[in-house]
């Protein structure tokens, strides 16, 4: 890989974990909505809209992840476990 197709590669990686701000933002608007706490705007949002952007932050998170590596998946479930063993719940 020369130095250009690095470059590009740790573009695409720093876009990925930018994306999740972008999605991150996208839920809490939708919960300020849902909850009505922007009262001028309304109350346009409902759980639904705020389950489907949580989804989004947490697919985005994901690939992000993988982009950074190709073992995501085993990197996502030994942080879980350690989050489980850490609250006695695993």
Known sequence: MDEEDQAAAGDVRLLRVLKIGEEFGEAAEAITR?????????DSHTSED???QLCGV???AQVALLAINPEAEKVLDARVQG???RLNLS
Do not use: D, N, Q, S
Request: aromatic share 0%; glycine share 12%.
């Open 34 to 42: 849902a909850l009505g706490a922007k009262p001028r705007k309304g």
């Open 58 to 60: 947490i697919v985005t």
């Open 50 to 52: 705020v389950e489907r």
């Open 83 to 85: 989050l489980l063993e």
